[in-house]
């Protein structure tokens, strides 16, 4: 057990080293490590070996055994322990389901409160940092109708719609979480660390980056990927033409996530980036909860019990098709993405494979991209 735990210590300082190597990012260093098995592999094996990987590079290898990277991880990881922070790994168990699916996920977050993230229902609210009366009204209507449902809120602490979000969700004691672009070692904006400690006791705050990182400009884009990846589905309140938020819902998309946007008068400001959304098709029109509620399927009862439908009998299915059929008969109804994620497919292979179970009268589709075999 105690060579386990070792074992297990010396595999997240690697980790944390490999993130710390300038040039090589969440996606090679993933390569990395899957070439070579783990983190730790990664710092014995041969250069020359590494260089075959795509990507990979000789300056990039050259830094793997800068003894200043081994130092910083050694503080970092003095500083997690002394403030009750946790660290999980992309290859933990507790590490976000949706999220782990992002081709960019990160390759350690941090985190710190109650979080309990294996829940389904998670939801992104995002939006302008001059949130209007209108703007202010919708979340208000919005988390009076989720109360049935009990989600977890993301948001990213910034001023106008985010700070509201989390401090709706706290009113109605939802788990809410903040994606900082900044360390834990600080609170950004400074005037919202009342709401920060609150929410870590229902909830909390997350981020991939280490202590003493400041809030950049370029760290906010990395920020908002989280936001996005991590949820369900991405609600943008209000927007001017351009803005952060707009680009969480762009992340959103990309990552095959379903994003609302709350419609507006055709003068105002903060209206124009989610009008823009809907009319280019890249946003459900959110009106109300009921929006919502059908396209994430959140209340559906199926007409017919599947348990009831007897299996058909003889039908022929190839090893891909055993192995989603089969995982659905087990989980029952499931995302597209998350689908993909435990059955080791690409998504564009994952959607290929569902429709001829579909073809076949094995699975039938559902709001929300959601999947169940029948």
Aim: hydrophobic letters at 40%; glycine letters at 6%; a positive charge.
């Amino acid at each position: 057990m105690v060579k386990f735990y070792l074992l297990k210590e010396e595999e997240l300082f690697h980790l944390l080293a490999l993130q710390q190597v300038e040039g090589i990012g969440d996606v090679n260093a993933k390569k990395l490590i899957s070439h070579c098995g783990n983190a730790t592999n990664v710092f014995k094996e041969k250069k020359n070996n590494l260089l075959k990987i795509s990507g990979i590079g000789q300056s990039m290898l050259e830094r793997l055994s800068d003894i200043k990277i081994f130092k910083r991880v050694e503080k970092e990881l003095v500083y997690v322990a002394k403030n009750a922070i946790d660290v999980v790994t992309f290859y933990d168990e507790e590490y976000p389901k949706r999220l782990k699916h992002c081709f960019d996920a990160p390759l350690i977050i941090f985190k710190k409160g109650k979080i309990n993230i294996r829940e389904q229902n998670i939801i992104s609210v995002v939006g302008t940092r001059q949130m209007t009366a209108y703007g202010k009204k919708v979340l208000e209507d919005l988390f009076e109708g989720l109360k049935p449902f009990k989600p977890i809120i993301v948001s990213g602490l910034a001023y106008g719609v985010d700070i509201y979000a989390h401090q709706l969700a706290i009113k109605h004691n939802f788990q809410t979480l903040a994606v900082l672009a900044h360390g834990l070692d600080r609170t950004y904006p400074a005037v919202h660390k009342k709401e920060a400690l609150k929410m870590q006791g229902n909830g909390g705050l997350l981020t991939e980056f280490w202590s003493e990182t400041r809030p950049d400009r370029e760290n906010f884009v990395k920020r908002n990927r989280i936001v996005a990846g991590i949820s369900q589905a991405t609600i943008l309140i209000e927007s001017a033409v351009k803005g952060g938020s707009l680009i969480t819902a762009d992340i959103a998309n990309s990552y095959n996530r379903d994003v609302f946007a709350v419609p507006g008068r055709i003068s105002d400001e903060f209206s124009i980036g989610c009008n823009n959304l809907i009319k280019t098709n890249r946003a459900s029109v959110f009106t109300s909860i009921k929006d919502l509620v059908y396209i994430l399927n959140w209340n559906s009862k199926p007409d017919i019990d599947a348990k009831t439908i007897q299996k058909q009998l003889f039908v022929e299915l190839n090893d891909h098709e055993k192995i989603i059929y089969n995982y659905l008969l087990k989980e029952g109804k499931q995302q597209l993405d998350i689908i993909a994620l435990y059955c080791n497919f690409p998504i564009h292979k994952t959607a290929s494979v569902l429709l001829n179970l579909e073809l076949k009268s094995l699975t039938r589709p559902l709001p929300g991209k959601f999947f169940e075999a029948i």
